[in-house]
């Protein structure tokens, strides 16, 4: 079990099954997000607990779906084809401390075949009041800042997988990637976009992920990213022509 010692410290909910409670979501060219909402009987305050100036821009910069589907949640996590991830947590940075959300968003940028350079940002509003920002900040080093306590199980299972995958079993088998395949049909009631499943603990995305990577890797062509009509299938096309690169917005 990965974060065995959080669960003895306090700090994540010994029930493995708080996890499961979500939706479980892709849409095209390999991205993916898992929403976790809190498991029932356990109170979580909604949006994260945000202070109450964030949570009203919410209402003015996302639609009522989006404002619905955030109202419940305390963790989001998602990959951004190929490699940017997204951890939105609600966590409490020890044991005497109440959760506090925070937002990081990781860079993986491999180095070779057993090595990644993995790049960790915390982002604030900078509206939220400084308390918030502080409580925010060290919820996030605490945890999964890089020398964060659960970041720690985590490059240990990544130093961990690495190695095995460079073994003698790992280059004649072949793994399994057919977690909730033929048992989790997609959620009728999501808003979209994408599709998704009613329960976090699945593989939907990472076979999206892997066979987006597939196409990707197969193609005669070079395929981008933007390359799609608009109904999920990508065309395969010559290098589009540089456009002149938008302003960044915050
Ligand atoms: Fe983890």
Not at 92 to 112: E, Q, Y
Request: net charge negative; hydrophobic share 35%.
């Amino acid at each position: 079990m990965t974060h065995r010692s959080m669960v003895e410290l306090g700090l994540a909910p010994p029930d493995p099954q708080f996890a499961l409670y979500g939706e479980h979501v892709h849409t095209e060219h390999g991205h993916g997000l898992g929403i976790i909402g809190p498991p029932p009987g356990m109170p979580l305050p909604e949006f994260m607990g945000m202070p109450e100036n964030i949570v009203e821009e919410l209402g003015r910069r996302l639609t009522p779906e989006q404002v619905e589907i955030f109202r419940p949640n305390a963790f989001i996590h998602g990959t951004v084809f190929p490699n940017l991830s997204i951890g939105n947590f609600l966590m409490a940075r020890d044991h005497l401390s109440p959760p506090s959300p925070f937002l990081t968003l990781r860079l993986w940028h491999p180095l070779g075949p057993d090595k990644m350079e993995v790049m960790s940002f915390f982002l604030v509003e900078k509206e939220a009041p400084d308390w918030f920002k502080d409580e925010s900040y060290k919820a996030y080093l605490h945890t999964f800042g890089i020398s964060g306590a659960f970041e720690q199980d985590d490059a240990e299972n990544w130093r961990s997988i690495t190695r095995v995958l460079g073994g003698q079993f790992a280059k004649t088998g072949e793994l399994n990637y057919q977690m909730g395949r033929g048992v989790h049909e997609p959620d009728p009631n999501w808003p979209g976009p994408g599709e998704a499943y009613p329960m976090d603990y699945a593989e939907a995305n990472q076979r999206n992920f892997l066979e987006y990577w597939m196409q990707l890797m197969l193609a005669d062509t070079p395929l981008h990213a933007g390359n799609s009509n608009g109904n999920g299938k990508v065309e395969t096309s010559a290098p589009a022509a540089p456009k002149t690169p938008a302003k960044a917005e915050a």
